[in-house]
Nanobody, 124 residues
Framework: QVQLVESGGGLVQAGGSLRLSCAAS????????MGWFRQAPGKDREFVAAISRGGSNTYYADSVKGRFIISRDNAKGTMYLQMNSLKPEDSAVYYC?????????????????WGPGTQVTVSS
C-alpha cells in the first residue's frame, strides 16, 4: 500500500507556471506507474499525464501536451507536474494516482491509490 499527498497548488495568472508535487510513503515508490488527473467543477475527472515506473516513458493528454511536464524522483519517492503557460481552463483539483499494473494509463480504474488533491486556479 502507498499513501499519496499532493502539494504546490495555488492561484496563478494565465500564462504563469506552477509545479505540483506528489509525495508517496509506504511501499516502494518505484513499483508504481504514476499519473496526474484533474477535475473541474461540474466536470468528470480527466487524465492529465502519466509516467512509467522508471520514468523513461511519459504520456500526456492532448490538452496539456507541450505545456506540462511530468517527472519523478524514485530516490525521493516524489512525482512532479511542471505546468507552464497555464490557461483558465486548467483550473481544477489535481490528483495524483499510483497503479501497480497499469495498461491503460489514461483510465482512472487502472490506478489503485489516490491522493486527496490540490487546487489549481488560473485567473484570466
Amino acid at each position: 500500500q502507498v499513501q499519496l499527498v499532493e502539494s504546490g497548488g495555488g492561484l496563478v495568472q494565465a500564462g504563469g507556471s506552477l509545479r505540483l508535487s506528489c509525495a508517496a510513503s509506504g511501499r516502494t515508490f518505484s513499483s508504481y506507474t504514476m499519473g496526474w488527473f484533474r477535475q473541474a467543477p461540474g466536470k468528470d475527472r480527466e487524465f492529465v499525464a502519466a509516467i512509467s515506473r522508471g520514468g523513461s516513458n511519459t504520456y500526456y493528454a492532448d490538452s496539456v501536451k507541450g505545456r506540462f511536464i511530468i517527472s519523478r524522483d524514485n530516490a525521493k519517492g516524489t512525482m512532479y507536474l511542471q505546468m507552464n503557460s497555464l490557461k483558465p481552463e486548467d483550473s481544477a483539483v489535481y490528483y495524483c494516482a499510483a497503479g501497480i499494473t497499469v495498461y491503460n494509463y489514461d483510465t482512472q480504474s487502472a490506478y489503485n491509490y489516490w491522493g486527496p488533491g490540490t487546487q489549481v486556479t488560473v485567473s484570466s
